[in-house]
């Protein structure tokens, strides 16, 4: 007997391969559920919450849920979206995002995601955290205070990169990235723009140095498409078998890479 590999999001059938999640599944059909820590080169994470979705009446991570056959997923609902709201209205208020004057602005996930559903203010109080500055590093500029704790840095400099150069410390108000080096400065680590971690920040925490505005402001990743047409417009280019540039290649992975572009 054949099994019918397909569930369905929002009502859409999406079909899945073997050992993919919701989110894997949904992304290569080009179907857009929010996600922050997802990354299509390392296993789920699961902290962000943007993800959830309802499955079979209960809510999950996609990014951590694996597809099977039959399920009913929703996820595009103003109630899952009005809980994103607020997860991504507290994001901005535990850290600093100033997105005008942000050389990330138009290459941002976190302010992507802002504009994609619809977050108007950001409601809660900021805290404005001092969590410093590290400029030690020849090539890389790191900002903690717009560090959103996804780990993805951490994954890809331990996993990847096999340097452990970042990890996670404190807790609650207090949780910062901390740098693996007797000084706690990222110049005197092996960091290199060349490492897998130099390039999956979704927000500007971890910025090359001296091409902030190589890219206009205007002409940047999300300042014409939406996360969702991003996703959407990568599934139509695939099934058309077109080839497309660097930039758009990350996305064959069944992600908006946020960082495969360069820094603009
Ligand atoms: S520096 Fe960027 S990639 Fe690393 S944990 Fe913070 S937000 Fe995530
Ligand atoms: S993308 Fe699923 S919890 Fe972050």
């Known amino acids: 007997m054949t099994i019918e590999r397909y569930i369905t999001i929002d009502g859409e059938i999406v079909h899945f391969g073997a050992g993919q999640t919701i989110l894997q599944a949904a992304l290569a059909a080009g179907v857009f559920i929010p996600h922050l820590c997802f990354h299509p080169d390392f296993g789920p994470h699961a902290s962000c919450k943007l993800c959830t979705v309802t499955v079979d009446g209960r809510n999950g991570s996609a990014c951590a849920t694996p597809a099977m056959p039959g399920q009913e997923v929703h996820s595009d609902t103003p109630e899952l979206n009005a809980r994103r709201r607020v997860l ?18 138009g290459n941002c996930k976190l302010q992507a995601l802002g504009y994609e559903l619809e977050m108007f203010n950001a409601h809660y109080a900021h805290f404005y955290p001092n969590r410093g500055l590290d400029a030690s590093h020849p090539d890389i500029l790191l900002d903690r205070n717009r560090c959103i704790m996804c780990e993805l840095c951490v994954r890809a400099s331990r996993d990847v990169d096999g340097k452990s150069v970042f990890a996670l410390a404190g807790r609650g108000r207090a ?19 060349s490492d897998k971690a130099a390039h999956v920040c979704p ?5 090359p140095k001296r091409v902030g505005y190589s890219v206009p402001i205007g002409e940047r990743q999300f ?24 930039a758009t290649k990350e996305l064959v992975n069944g992600s908006v890479a946020v960082n495969s572009v360069k820094e603009g």
């Open 223 to 246: 300042d014409h498409d939406s996360l969702r047409q991003k996703v959407k417009k990568h599934t139509e280019w695939r099934s058309s078998g077109e080839e497309r540039d660097g």
């Open 88 to 105: 991504l209205q507290m994001l901005f208020v535990e850290g600093n995002h100033f997105c005008p004057g942000c050389a990330k602005s």
């Open 203 to 207: 927000v500007g925490a971890i910025m």
């Open 175 to 193: 949780s910062h990235l901390v740098i693996n080096s007797p000084s706690g400065k990222l110049g005197e680590t092996e960091f290199a723009l």
